[in-house]
């Protein structure tokens, strides 16, 4: 959602899919996220691995356009054709895509599922996408994740704490310490969120997952 300027709302457009993601199962967890500039367009999700993988593809600096639930026709061994949706496809800074199934960990245990995605990966060409993984809850970082989901939550602009973060960073070269920035900042919280907008950005990088230290990219 996006505040115009005449004071009305802009509402962020679907994500365009030949499948329908139906909401409000009971048995897991399902909804949308919002993303792009502006929080222009909205994604569909089935589980809460399916989301957090796709924050984290949107966080990753070398992702540059994220789809889901791409239709790919592959045959099983009677010949059938069938239609198979990708949770994902991530196209990366130097063209390379990949295709994601996404799958809770435990229903890799079933032999059935393993070979069918096995025999759908192994026809995907490269008009289609040059590498296929599988990702499932024990792929995601921990760490990744959660920097993910901050950088996601901040998105929304606060410009007094941005123009400020801005001043106090605009011609850092090297590390410095987070906790300090902040200070230097004088608005807490704030300009906590407004120095992580800036990671968001690009414009600040942190050196180190697990540091407390950020790097300008200037």
Not at 107 to 134: G, M, N, Y
Not at 201 to 214: A, K, M, Y
């Amino acid at each position: 959602m996006l505040q115009m300027p005449d004071g009305s709302i802009g509402l962020p457009i679907q994500a365009r899919t030949m499948r329908k993601v139906a909401k409000g199962r009971r048995e897991h967890m399902t909804g949308h996220f919002v993303f792009g500039p502006d929080e222009g367009t909205a994604m569909d999700f089935e589980s809460h691995t399916e989301l957090q993988v796709g924050l984290v593809m949107l966080s990753r600096a070398d992702v540059v356009e994220l789809e889901n639930q791409v239709p790919f026709g592959w045959k099983d061994d009677t010949g059938t054709t069938n239609l198979h949706h990708f949770d994902y496809r991530a196209t990366m800074r130097d063209g390379r895509r990949t295709a994601i199934f996404v799958k809770a960990e435990f229903r890799l245990q079933s032999d059935r599922l393993c070979k069918e995605l096995a025999t759908i990966a192994s026809q995907v060409t490269p008009d289609f996408a040059d590498h296929v993984v599988i990702m499932t809850e024990e792929d995601l970082d921990p760490i990744e994740a959660f920097n993910a989901n901050l950088l996601h939550e901040v998105r929304r602009p606060d410009p007094i704490a941005d123009a400020a973060a801005r001043r106090v960073t605009w011609d850092l070269f090297g590390a410095a310490n987070i906790a300090e920035l902040v200070e230097e900042i004088g608005l807490d919280g704030q300009g906590f969120r407004a120095l992580v907008r800036l990671v968001r950005s690009r414009d600040l990088e942190l050196t180190h997952p697990l540091d407390s230290n950020i790097k300008c990219n200037g």
